[in-house]
C-alpha cells in the first residue's frame, strides 16, 4: 500500500501520533505525513475529525479514523504482518491494560510534572516512575 493510500495528519511532538506512526513503520507501511497546527487547526483536521478535533487522524483511501488506541487496531486488523498485538485473547487484554495503564498515569503524570512544581510535581513523577517500572518488570518477564 503505498503512500499515496496513507496519511497520518499529527503534530510533531504528539506521542499519540508517533504511536500510528511507529506502528505504520513496524507493518512497512508507506505514508504521508501530513503536519497539523493544534493552536490553529486546519480546515482539514476539522473535517477528518470533527468530533473531538484531535491529532492524529489516519487516512486510508477516503477513510479517517481518530483516535490513536483506535488507529492501531485499525492498522493492525488491515496489515496482517508483524502483528502488534498478541493472538491469545488473555494476552490481548493483557497488552491492552498495561497501555491504557501507561497512557493514564504515565502521560497524565508527565504532562501534570512538566506544568506543575513542588509537591505536585513530585507526586506525578513518582506515580509515574512507578508505573515504569512495572510495565519494566512485564516485559522482562514475557521475554524471559
Given at each position: 500500500?503505498?503512500?499515496?493510500?496513507?496519511?497520518?495528519?499529527?503534530?510533531?511532538?504528539?506521542?499519540?501520533?508517533?504511536?500510528?506512526?511507529?506502528?505504520?513503520?513496524?507493518?512497512?507501511?508507506?505514508?504521508?505525513?501530513?503536519?497539523?497546527?493544534?493552536?490553529?487547526?486546519?480546515?482539514?483536521l476539522?473535517?477528518?475529525?470533527?468530533?473531538?478535533?484531535?491529532?492524529?487522524?489516519?487516512?486510508?483511501?477516503?477513510?479517517?479514523?481518530?483516535?490513536?488506541?483506535?488507529?492501531?487496531?485499525?492498522?493492525?486488523?488491515?496489515?496482517?504482518?508483524?502483528?502488534?498485538?498478541?493472538?491469545?485473547?488473555?494476552?490481548?487484554?493483557?497488552?491492552?491494560?498495561?497501555?491504557?495503564?501507561?497512557?493514564?498515569?504515565?502521560?497524565?503524570?508527565?504532562?501534570?510534572?512538566?506544568i506543575?512544581?513542588?509537591?505536585?510535581?513530585?507526586?506525578?513523577?513518582?506515580?509515574?516512575?512507578?508505573v515504569?517500572?512495572?510495565?519494566?518488570?512485564?516485559?522482562?518477564?514475557?521475554?524471559?
Open positions: 500500500m503505498g503512500s499515496k493510500d496513507v496519511k497520518v495528519v499529527s503534530y510533531w511532538a504528539s506521542p499519540f501520533g508517533k504511536r500510528a506512526e511507529w506502528a505504520l513503520k513496524l507493518k512497512g507501511v508507506e505514508y504521508d505525513y501530513i503536519e497539523e497546527d493544534i493552536y490553529n487547526k486546519s480546515d482539514l476539522l473535517e477528518l475529525n470533527p468530533v473531538h478535533k484531535k491529532v492524529p487522524v489516519l487516512v486510508h483511501g477516503n477513510k479517517a479514523i481518530a483516535e490513536s488506541f483506535v488507529i492501531l487496531e485499525y492498522i493492525d486488523e488491515t496489515w496482517k504482518q508483524y502483528p502488534l498485538m498478541p493472538h491469545d485473547p488473555y494476552q490481548r487484554a493483557h497488552a491492552r491494560f498495561w497501555a491504557i495503564s501507561a497512557e493514564q498515569k504515565v502521560g497524565e503524570g508527565s504532562w501534570i510534572a512538566l506543575k512544581s513542588g509537591e505536585e510535581k513530585e507526586k506525578a513523577l513518582d506515580t509515574a516512575s512507578e515504569l517500572e512495572k510495565i519494566e518488570e512485564e516485559i522482562k518477564d514475557a521475554v524471559i
